[in-house]
């Protein structure tokens, strides 16, 4: 399975919006659900948003919840996170993930994007 690429990084102010973009360029058949996670300066590399690539079921930090969107696009091999009213908090590298188990904790993820920077000024 290629490695997925994530663009769409950028620097935008606070209360702004931002689509990032992964590109899976190949879903494997044993890929059980995919998503985004960030690392912000001075912390762990966390979940943010995540989904089942079979039942569509989604999952949403608390920090983001009301605020960020993940979809998917099956046929282009995509997935997408809308953010919308980004905080200075929001700044950091996110990182698109998939993984054949489950994507609870960076520990089940089985392949990584390179992440992509999101700066968010105030």
């Known amino acids: 399975q290629a490695r997925p690429v994530e663009s769409g990084g950028t620097s935008v102010q606070s209360g702004g919006s931002l689509r990032i973009i992964c590109d899976v360029a190949e879903y494997s058949k044993s890929d059980y659900c995919m998503g985004w996670f960030r690392q912000v300066p001075g912390k762990e590399r966390e979940r943010v948003s995540t989904v089942s690539l079979y039942t569509r079921e989604s999952y949403y930090a608390d920090f983001v919840k009301g605020r960020f969107t993940i979809s998917q696009d099956n046929a282009k091999n995509m997935i997408f996170l809308e953010m919308s009213n980004l905080e200075a908090e929001d700044t950091g590298v996110y990182f698109c993930?998939?993984?054949?188990?489950?994507?609870?904790?960076?520990?089940?993820?089985?392949?990584w994007g390179q992440g992509t920077q999101v700066t968010v000024s105030s």
């Open positions: 993930a998939a993984s054949d188990s489950n994507c609870q904790s960076t520990g089940s993820i089985t392949h």
